[in-house]
Structures are given as structure tokens and as C-alpha cells.
């Protein structure tokens, strides 16, 4: 079964409304999670590291100010894109690593900014 | 982002036949995994992989950790129609966690 879930599965906003996406691990607690996006016919790209406990880190070229990272307990980070725009429109996908060994990816949220 | 180097970037098959894809990289990682992304869905764990040479099962699937570290391939044997998808390889190098994708293959039948 899913080890890692995500909420909602789609959401359609207006642009400039901020949208909050979240990612929990089911049967395990996990220090990090990360944020990908990922456009239609294209691989996976990493947008984030989500830090249980202290700040994400973004990778080159992402916005901090524009999403937001929240790892407030062990099973939970949040993704909110502040004053979301039509560009944003995209497929956000979540992952944990549960052990040493083995990530695992939440089944996505699909983003559309009107 | 760095991407590995993954082929083909599509392929059609037809029921029965086996299918081969694989992964390159100019540099070593510690650890090779290999997902299949269904439309609308996230990437769901196919093999893992965690040492050099390491030949793995999973039912139809065979992926095998490069001696080099430097790659992966993934086989599907005698495919069958949901075989069909996205199929990434992702890489991990020794420091650190984050995952490395392959740009994926894409699996279609042929009409």
C-alpha cells in the first residue's frame, strides 16, 4: 500500500490565491522530505529539501518567498505557492526516504492557476 | 538540474517481448533506483538497487547496478499491457540524499 500520501490529489485556483499542498508518511517518520515538480513530458525536478525542524533547502532557481516549506512534525511537510500565477500550473509531486535505503513518492497533486 | 543519461527516450512493444532500458552517468552513485510513473500519478518503486554488480529481481523486472557505478539497466520480460508508462531511473550518490533523475523512457504499445 501507499506510504506516502498527498492532499489534495487536484486543486484549481485563481490567479494570486496561495495554495496549500501536503505530504504525509504513513508508517514511518521521516526527518526529510522533498518537493518536485514536474512539468508534462518531463522528468522529475527537485524544487526542495523539506527539513523537519528547520529550513528548507531550495534548489537553484526556486523562489523561497514563493513556496513556502513547512516540516512541522515528522510525518507532515506542507508546500504553499503564495500568489500562485498561470506558470505554476503543474504537477507537484512529494517523497520521503523510509530508512537509509529506499525513497518513496506520493501519488502527486496537480495544480491548475486559473 | 543534472539529469542522468537515460534510453531510448520511447519505445513500443509488443505483447510478449522483453524490453531493455538503461542509465548512464559521467559520475559514480552509491545507489540506482528505478520507478514507473503511471499518467496522473506519482513514480511507484520498481527495483532498488545498492551495490556494484548487483543483479535484481522483482517478478518480470531485472535491474543490475553497473561495476562501474556509473550505470543501471532495467529489463522488462515478456511484457503484457500495463506494462505501459513512464519508467525513471534515479541515482544516489554517497553524501547526501537527494535522487538524480534519468529524463525516463516512455513505454507504448504498438498498434
Known amino acids: 500500500g501507499a506510504v506516502v500520501s498527498q492532499h489534495p490529489s487536484r486543486v484549481i485556483c485563481k490567479s494570486g490565491t496561495s495554495v496549500k499542498i501536503e505530504c504525509r508518511s504513513l508508517d514511518f517518520q521521516a526527518t526529510t522530505m522533498f518537493w518536485y515538480r514536474q512539468f508534462p513530458k518531463q522528468s522529475l525536478m527537485l524544487m526542495a529539501t523539506?527539513?523537519?525542524?528547520?529550513?528548507?533547502?531550495?534548489e537553484q532557481g526556486v523562489e523561497k518567498d514563493k513556496f513556502l516549506i513547512n516540516h512541522a512534525s515528522l510525518t507532515l511537510s506542507t508546500l504553499t505557492v503564495t500568489s500562485a500565477h498561470p506558470e505554476d500550473s503543474s504537477f507537484y509531486i512529494c517523497?520521503?526516504?523510509?530508512?537509509?535505503?529506499?525513497?518513496?513518492f506520493g501519488p502527486g497533486t496537480r495544480l491548475t492557476v486559473l | 538540474g543534472q539529469q542522468l543519461n537515460q534510453s531510448p527516450q520511447s519505445m513500443f512493444i509488443q505483447e510478449g517481448e522483453d524490453v531493455s532500458m538503461n542509465c548512464t552517468s559521467s559520475s559514480i552513485f552509491n545507489t540506482w533506483l528505478w520507478y514507473k510513473q503511471d499518467p496522473g500519478e506519482g513514480p511507484v518503486l520498481l527495483i532498488a538497487l545498492y551495490k556494484a554488480g548487483e543483479l535484481t529481481s522483482n517478478g518480470r523486472l531485472t535491474a543490475q547496478f553497473g561495476i562501474t557505478r556509473k550505470d543501471s539497466f532495467l529489463n522488462i520480460s515478456a511484457s503484457i499491457p500495463s506494462d505501459v508508462g513512464i519508467y525513471f531511473c534515479a541515482g544516489r550518490k554517497a553524501a547526501g540524499n537527494k535522487l538524480t533523475f534519468g529524463g525516463g523512457t516512455r513505454v507504448l504499445v504498438k498498434p
Open positions: 523539506s527539513n523537519e525542524g528547520s529550513k528548507a533547502t531550495y
Open positions: 517523497s520521503a526516504w523510509r530508512g537509509e535505503d529506499t525513497q518513496y
